[in-house]
């Protein structure tokens, strides 16, 4: 069975749904605060060209990246993806999450994972989250939510070293279904 990796989640203060190309002002509003990027390894996604370079164009390309709305105001406030599916492992990959600061440090990246996580978790038995080593941010916050610290390999953007953790995520240790999402997926009938 072939997983919809673009669902239109609803949770209680966000909304995630497909990313599409008409989404790049939007997007790039909420990810134009180089205070965001300035512990991820690629520092300057918060400049026009290189956002759309290294983080949009791979997004939609990726078929699988989502936007997050706030439900209150409409406006696209981050975005994140599903990736590295490995069906006959029963495991997949959530990340390149980002929201904008302004959400930070009142339950919206819980709220979305949770939304994803319950999702997905009934497709795969699995989830990996990859985090840069200096991102103490989002090694905290996938700590939070259960994820166990596996290895770590060196990785490259653009030609520069960093240390890239690999957390894991089992069913079997998922969050409890505070957020269940509200699944709508296209073509469905619903």
């Keep these: 069975m072939k997983i919809n990796l673009q ?50 164009d791979g997004a939609i390309s990726s078929g699988s990246a989502l936007a997050i709305v706030c ?12 990736y590295d599916e490995e069906p006959k492992n029963k495991e997949i990959a959530v990340g390149y999450t ?9 339950g ?9 996580l319950n999702y997905i978790f009934k497709f795969v038995d699995h989830v990996w989250f990859h985090v ?16 166990v610290f596996s290895h770590s390999e060196e990785q490259y953007i653009e030609g520069s070293p960093f240390i890239q953790l690999f957390y894991k995520l089992s069913e079997s240790a998922k969050l409890p279904n505070t957020y269940e999402p509200n699944t709508y997926e296209p073509n469905s009938g619903q």
């Design 7 to 56: 669902p239109t989640l609803v949770g209680e203060n966000v909304t995630l749904r497909p990313l599409s190309v008409d989404d790049f002002e939007g997007l790039y509003d909420a990810a134009s605060d180089p205070a965001i990027w300035e512990t991820h390894p690629d520092k300057l996604r918060y400049q026009r060209d290189i956002f759309k370079e290294r983080f949009f």
């Design 71 to 82: 439900n209150k105001s409409k406006k696209i406030i981050g975005s994140s993806r599903y």
């Design 98 to 106: 980002f929201i904008e600061r302004a959400f930070w440090g009142n």
């Design 108 to 116: 919206i990246n819980k709220e979305l994972k949770e939304l994803m």
């Design 132 to 147: 840069g080593e200096d991102n103490l941010r989002s090694r905290k916050a996938v700590e939070s939510i259960g994820a």
